[in-house]
């Protein structure tokens, strides 16, 4: 059974104690990749939540079997949680700031869906920029913070939650077309990915735009 530790909610605290009535970590993975989506994940705290489950920091420092061990434990801490994506070829369309922007409204409308005030929360974004409200009809009280998928519990439980969400996505896409090892790379440029991409062509999962900046 995990233990549990003094929680990295001392930020989050500080927003509720301000007037919030939730506080929304938000984080987004996949940003880099060269295939598949990006993904926005979105977990929901207030006053009432437990300490944060031992072990759930930001998702780039665990090993890809630590974070599929904690992922429902992040979803089981939090109040509400989901992941929103947009495709390569929206990536491609949009461009990358909006499509994250996409992602996170996406994920942000399920938690609306499942009840969350989201007018009423303040979303804790990983990071110095606010992708959020430059695709949302009415501005949402948004906090940027760097290193936030590190020191804040909601985001970090955010992170993981979206990180092994993706994941489990190319490791799906993995199983129908296998010759560029998406289940490994995740969609990120490693060697045999680029090889990959040289002796078989790029995939509908590619972001075109970005394989012509890589060339």
Same mark, same amino acid.
Request: net charge neutral; proline share 4%; glycine share 10%.
């Given at each position: $059974? $995990?233990?549990?530790?003094?929680?990295?909610?001392?930020?989050?605290?500080?927003?509720?104690? !301000?007037? @919030?009535?939730?506080?929304?970590?938000?984080?987004?993975?996949?940003?880099?990749?060269?295939? %598949?989506?990006?993904?926005?994940?979105?977990?929901? $705290?207030?006053?009432?939540?437990?300490?944060?489950?031992?072990?759930?920091?930001?998702?780039?420092?665990?090993?890809?079997?630590?974070?599929?061990?904690?992922?429902?434990?992040?979803?089981?801490?939090?109040?509400?949680?989901? =992941?929103?994506?947009? +495709?390569?070829?929206?990536?491609?369309?949009?461009?990358?700031?909006?499509?994250? %922007?996409?992602?996170?409204?996406?994920?942000?409308?399920?938690?609306?869906?499942? %009840?969350?005030?989201?007018?009423?929360? =303040?979303?804790?974004?990983?990071?110095?920029?606010?992708?959020? !409200?430059?695709?949302?009809?009415?501005?949402? !009280? =948004?906090?940027?913070?760097?290193?936030?998928?590190?020191?804040? #519990?909601?985001?970090?439980? @955010?992170?993981?939650?979206?990180? =092994?969400?993706?994941?489990?996505?190319?490791?799906?896409?993995?199983?129908?077309?296998? /010759?560029?090892?998406?289940?490994?790379?995740? #969609?990120? %440029? +490693?060697? /045999?990915?680029?090889? @990959?991409?040289?002796?078989? #062509?790029?995939?509908?999962?590619?972001?075109?735009?970005?394989?012509?900046?890589?060339?």
């Amino acid at each position: $059974m $995990m233990g549990v530790v003094d929680p990295t909610l001392d930020f989050e605290h500080s927003l509720l104690a !301000n007037g @919030a009535t939730s506080v929304i970590g938000c984080d987004e993975v996949g940003r880099g990749a060269l295939a %598949g989506p990006v993904a926005v994940g979105v977990a929901v $705290m207030n006053a009432t939540v437990a300490p944060l489950p031992l072990g759930i920091r930001d998702s780039k420092m665990l090993s890809e079997p630590r974070r599929e061990l904690l992922a429902p434990v992040a979803v089981a801490w939090a109040l509400h949680s989901a =992941v929103g994506l947009a +495709s390569a070829l929206e990536v491609d369309e949009i461009g990358l700031i909006a499509a994250l %922007g996409l992602a996170g409204k996406r994920a942000l409308g399920e938690l609306h869906r499942s %009840g969350v005030d989201i007018r009423r929360s =303040v979303v804790v974004l990983d990071g110095d920029s606010d992708y959020l !409200n430059k695709v949302m009809r009415r501005p949402l !009280n =948004v906090v940027t913070r760097v290193k936030a998928d590190r020191d804040c #519990g909601s985001v970090a439980a @955010a992170s993981v939650i979206a990180k =092994v969400h993706r994941d489990r996505l190319m490791i799906d896409a993995h199983a129908v077309t296998p /010759d560029y090892g998406w289940a490994s790379n995740k #969609g990120y %440029g +490693s060697t /045999d990915h680029m090889d @990959a991409i040289t002796r078989f #062509g790029p995939h509908e999962l590619h972001r075109k735009s970005w394989l012509k900046m890589s060339a």
